[in-house]
């Protein structure tokens, strides 16, 4: 039952990562930032004389976009890049023939769509991202195709954080296959620092 202490232990390694990030987290609503006797200043309620927009002078930032460091909250939107490790394990053992380092680009949609490609090893990814536990937290539902090392073929679920100046972001992805006669028990994952 090896394979069950390993599962557990990533679970517990997602799950410090979430909480780690969820105090500096923030913004359910937009936040607008006003200008009052010269100064600017970030709040929740629309600047004062105006009705549903806020005046000149004064941004409205929703919730789920990019706001400045002030507010701990990120969008995950747009194109981000790095290089990524692909592994795997079989009973606990390393797969010298699974494991290559090379280049990903992947493309998140605001509609919560990701794309994305390693040509190098032929992986291209497609799936969902959603709103996580935190502003900077993105779970990750996501089927890799076309990957050269063919175990990596197959569904996998991950995170994605981005890091609290918002230009990179730790992203992660891993898969279980139930063990299998002559074969046992085999784990893949995918981790990276992207950047935008």
Not at 50 to 68: C, D, E, H, R
Not at 85 to 104: F, I, R, S
Not at 182 to 188: D, E, H, K, N, Q
Request: glycine residues 12%.
């Amino acid at each position: 039952m090896q394979y069950i202490r390993m599962d557990h232990w990533n679970l517990i390694y997602w799950m410090l990562i979430a909480v780690g990030f969820a105090l500096p987290a923030s913004a359910t609503a937009p936040i607008y930032r006003c200008k009052q006797d010269g100064q600017t200043v970030l709040t929740d309620k629309p600047c004062e004389g105006t009705t549903t927009t806020p005046a000149s002078g004064a941004t409205a930032i929703p919730p789920s976009g990019v706001v400045g460091n002030s507010s701990g909250s990120q969008s995950v939107v747009g194109d981000w890049r790095g290089q990524t490790q692909y592994q795997g394990t079989q009973n606990g053992h390393h797969m010298d023939e699974a494991h290559t380092v090379v280049p990903l680009l992947l493309t998140f949609s605001s509609d919560g769509k990701v794309s994305g490609t390693s040509p190098d090893n032929g992986c291209k990814l497609l799936g969902l991202w959603s709103p996580g536990l935190t502003s900077r937290l993105f779970p990750l539902d996501i089927t890799l195709n076309g990957c050269s090392y063919t175990g990596f073929n197959r569904r996998y679920s991950g995170m994605m954080l981005i890091e609290a100046n918002g230009a990179s972001a730790q992203f992660g992805l891993q898969a279980y296959t139930p063990p299998i006669p002559g074969t046992g028990f085999r784990s893949y994952d995918v981790k990276a620092t992207l950047w935008r």
